[in-house]
């Protein structure tokens, strides 16, 4: 299984973006995707996640972020993507994909996403 993202970049203050996730090789139907960030000399922390079809399909955000970010899937090419609004500089991360079937996780290498003016 390889997860490619893409889609970061440097963006100005109150912009948006969009960041994209393919996930490719044997994926089960029930599996739970999602999107995580790791600010500069911090861990990395959850942003999204959203859960296949199969596993409900349910969405879920961290605290605070469900006003910007929205997290959906495209089930039938394994795809998530990651949408983002009013984009603010504490936001800039390092953005990486995330793909968990039963017990197993899989990253992504990760996509900067850098917001200055």
């Known amino acids: 299984v390889q997860l490619v993202e893409s889609g970061g970049g440097l963006v100005r203050p109150g912009g948006c973006l969009r960041l994209?996730?393919?996930?490719?090789?044997?994926?089960?139907?029930?599996?739970?995707m999602a999107w995580y960030r790791q600010a500069p000399e911090k861990q990395r922390d959850v942003v999204a996640w959203?859960?296949?079809?199969?596993?409900?399909?349910?969405?879920h955000y961290a605290e605070n972020l469900q006003d910007r970010f929205k997290i959906s899937r495209d089930n039938a090419s394994n795809t998530v993507y990651l949408d983002v609004n009013n984009l603010k500089p504490e936001d800039t991360a390092v953005y990486y994909c995330?793909?968990?079937?039963?017990?197993?996780?899989?990253w992504g290498q990760g996509t900067l996403v850098t917001v200055s003016s």
């Open positions: 995330y793909l968990r079937v039963l017990t197993t996780v899989y």
């Open positions: 994209s996730c393919v996930a490719s090789g044997s994926i089960p139907s029930a599996n739970t």
């Open positions: 959203a859960a296949s079809i199969a596993r409900g399909g349910r969405t």
